[in-house]
């Protein structure tokens, strides 16, 4: 994130704060059991701007748990990856998933 302007690096991380813990609250116990019981739950990914006063969906919604690394993929290509042009996550992470997606799923803005 080095290229950034200082100014603009807090976005993208706080963006991908967001989008890691929506996927950690889909790990928890308390969703997941609600899961197995056919429950309506829904984990977003918003984030409120304090430079506009909106909020910000950053394109992580899931209801179940098989939907969980496809949510989380489709948020990183929307959000982080798709304003900055990098790959905030590890080079071991899967990135042939994350660029069909990218193709697939619009931009939420």
């Known amino acids: 994130m ?7 690096v807090p976005d993208p991380l706080c963006e991908l704060n967001v989008i890691e813990q929506a996927r950690h609250v889909c ?6 059991a609600a899961w197995v019981r056919d429950e309506a739950v829904a ?4 984030i ?13 919604l ?3 748990p098989e939907e969980v690394t496809v949510a989380y993929q489709r948020a990183l290509s929307t959000s982080v990856r798709g304003r900055i042009g990098v790959d905030p ?3 071991s ?3 042939t998933a994350g660029q069909s ?3 697939t799923v619009p931009r939420f803005r």
Do not use: N
């Open 2 to 8: 080095g290229a950034l302007a200082p100014d603009l």
């Open 89 to 91: 996550c590890s080079a």
């Open 43 to 46: 984990v977003h990914g918003w």
């Open 48 to 60: 409120y701007g304090l430079h506009d006063g909106v909020l910000h969906d950053l394109g992580f």
């Open 101 to 103: 997606i990218v193709k």
């Open 62 to 64: 899931t209801s179940r």
């Open 27 to 32: 790990e928890t116990m308390v969703v997941q």
């Open 93 to 95: 992470r899967d990135q």
